[in-house]
């Protein structure tokens, strides 16, 4: 099933045609109601006429996070306040977080995406969808939420930590689909699997997003709870989850070109590469109308593919995802930068001392570890005074990066030092 | 009396100990009394020794992180409730005892090495036994 195929399935030649003319009249709108983006054009000698293809995109400047952070909270609006209906948020590098808004409409064609991509999975509105992402400032409950309702799925809103009661409501509702990070659908299918439920369950599919994961992961979920589980993809800068997602062909992930087109760019040179080669994703939301995002950068990296798939959608297609252009980590679903450690470390020492990050994967579970060298500025010679040191530094990561790590103080000169260009930062996971 | 104690941070595994201990070794340190204090993670090492700025110097180049704490010595006599009477006193005075170990010499006998909130008054309501 295909949700919109006037859309979903249009030609190359369509698709460029109306993208190009979206393009036109959102640039005119952010160029005449927000400042920072006619400041941004005026630098580079363009008006809103130079933009009449999709290809005149090149001519436009990038947006960054660091802009998004610059403006917060409400610097890049461009509707009245007023019209705003919604904010979502996620973390910002440092202490304060990105603010995203959002209008009634911009709620609806969310909520299209979300439906396009379940409907993908296989989903209709006979199905019982359990939305297990976090409901809050993190776009995945919501996001996930209002896209099933408007596909017309009967919708419970679980949300996160309390996987006893999911289960139960999973075998007593007879839910058919659910909706949360791959890794925590494997620590559901564990405990399943150690109450001897997996048979009790009418699960049949799994809309998995929000961090990276691998195909093994998604052969081990399909295996252990006998479903389909499918890769949806966003970032809450853009719109939240629903940007795009992948068919049962697998032949990539699906990218809703009439709303959000997406560009592959060589993150140093900062120029647009032909279809097919690797670079950084960069993405224009060609239909947003609260806080309109011109060539932002998403920092990921991965190619595109074009061309009709088998399921015949004809929309560009996301290939793996390859890593980061930057130093972002996913840990349990939410973005973390070394330079929020680096925040919460001095606000807690005064100063930033030596630290290493580690994360791994443990039983389908991220593990998130910070050391610390010990210096004399924060030694004492009192256990209660290092552990509250400890717990201290524990507390302000979790206030700033919205997830808990393990501390460890470590004795001085046994972390990697920096060397030019410092490195803090160990994944262990291999998930590229 | 008040005598200065030198902490030293260690990470709690096989090795660390005998690095440390050899640092102050080479450097002609003696030790007169040793606590080691353990969580799960991490140490500290506490020593007495005869030159406490020598010994916190030789452990700072070798790349350690210590300090020089000022702890009380307090003699004991070999009676019941010695030990018992000194703690009374202290407490009592709304005094917080952090830690404490013992020490033994052949020349002053044995006496506690006591670290408390307020070492100044600590040692002055001591010295009134």
Redesign the interface.
């Given at each position: 099933m295909i949700w919109n195929e006037t859309k979903e399935c249009m030609s190359r030649d369509e698709i460029a045609n109306l993208q190009g003319k979206r393009l036109h009249s959102q640039i005119s709108r952010v160029y005449h109601n927000v400042e920072f983006y006619r400041k941004k054009m005026q630098q580079l000698g363009i008006e809103p006429g130079d933009i009449q293809t999709i290809d005149d995109i090149v001519k436009l400047p990038f947006t960054t996070y660091e802009d998004l952070r610059d403006n917060y909270p409400y610097g890049l609006l461009a509707v009245p306040r007023t019209e705003i209906v919604r904010v979502q948020a996620s973390s910002g590098t440092t202490g304060k977080p990105k603010l995203l808004c959002y209008t009634r409409k911009d709620i609806d064609i969310w909520s299209e995406c979300v439906a396009r991509a379940m409907t993908m999975a296989g989903l209709t509105r006979d199905d019982i969808l359990q939305v297990g992402y976090g409901y809050g400032l993190f776009t995945g409950g919501l996001g996930a939420h209002y896209g099933a309702e408007n596909l017309g799925a009967m919708v419970i809103p679980m949300s996160t930590g309390n996987t006893q009661k999911l289960i139960t409501m999973m075998i007593d509702c007879e839910v058919t689909a659910i909706a949360c990070t791959p890794s925590y659908l494997l620590h559901v299918a564990e405990a399943l699997e150690a109450q001897g439920l997996v048979d009790k369950i009418k699960l049949k599919y799994a809309i998995c997003g929000a961090e990276p994961w691998t195909d093994a992961m998604r052969d081990q979920i399909e295996k252990r709870l006998h479903i389909k589980a499918f890769d949806i993809y966003g970032l809450t800068e853009i719109m939240g989850p629903g940007v795009a997602c992948d068919c049962e062909y697998r032949k990539g992930l699906h990218i809703y070109e009439d709303h959000f087109y997406p560009e592959i760019i060589h993150p140093e040179t900062l120029e647009q590469l032909p279809h097919g080669e690797l670079g950084e994703l960069c993405i224009t939301t060609l239909t947003k109308e609260g806080m309109p995002l011109i060539r932002y950068r998403t920092r990921d990296l991965t190619s595109l593919e074009y061309g009709k798939c088998d399921c015949g959608r004809t929309m560009a297609r996301i290939q793996r995802f390859r890593g980061r252009s930057d130093d972002m980590l996913v840990i349990r679903g939410v973005n973390v930068f070394p330079s929020q450690v680096e925040h919460a470390l001095l606000t807690v020492a005064g100063t930033t001392p030596n630290y290493f990050i580690t994360v791994d994967r443990v039983n389908n579970n991220d593990t998130f570890d910070v050391a610390i060298?010990?210096?004399?500025r924060f030694?004492?010679?009192?256990?209660?005074v290092?552990?509250k040191l400890r717990s201290d530094v524990e507390a302000a990561i979790h206030q700033v990066v919205g997830i808990k790590a393990k501390v460890?103080?470590?004795?001085?000169?046994?972390l990697p030092h920096s060397e030019g260009k410092t490195k803090h930062v160990e994944d262990k996971r291999k998930l590229v | 009396m008040l005598i200065k104690?030198l902490?030293v941070?260690?990470?709690n595994k096989p090795g660390?100990l005998e690095e440390a201990l050899k640092i102050l070794k080479q450097a002609g340190i003696n030790i007169e009394a040793l606590s080691l204090?353990d969580?799960s993670?991490?140490g500290?090492l506490?020593v007495i020794v005869d030159d406490p700025d020598k010994a916190k110097a030789a452990m700072k180049a070798a790349?350690?992180?210590?300090?020089l704490?000022e702890v009380i010595s307090a003699p004991l006599r070999q009676e019941v409730g010695s030990l018992s009477g000194i703690i009374q006193k202290i407490s009592s005075a709304g005094i917080n005892v952090?830690?404490m170990y013992a020490s033994s010499s052949s020349t002053s006998g044995a006496s506690m090495i006591i670290?408390t909130s307020d070492p100044a008054r600590a040692m002055e309501i001591i010295s009134m036994l």
């Open positions: 060298e010990v210096e004399e030694f004492s010679d009192e256990v209660r290092l552990e460890k103080l470590v004795e001085p000169n046994t | 104690q902490s941070f260690l990470e660390t204090a969580t993670e991490f500290l506490r790349g350690y992180t210590s300090s704490n952090e830690y670290k």
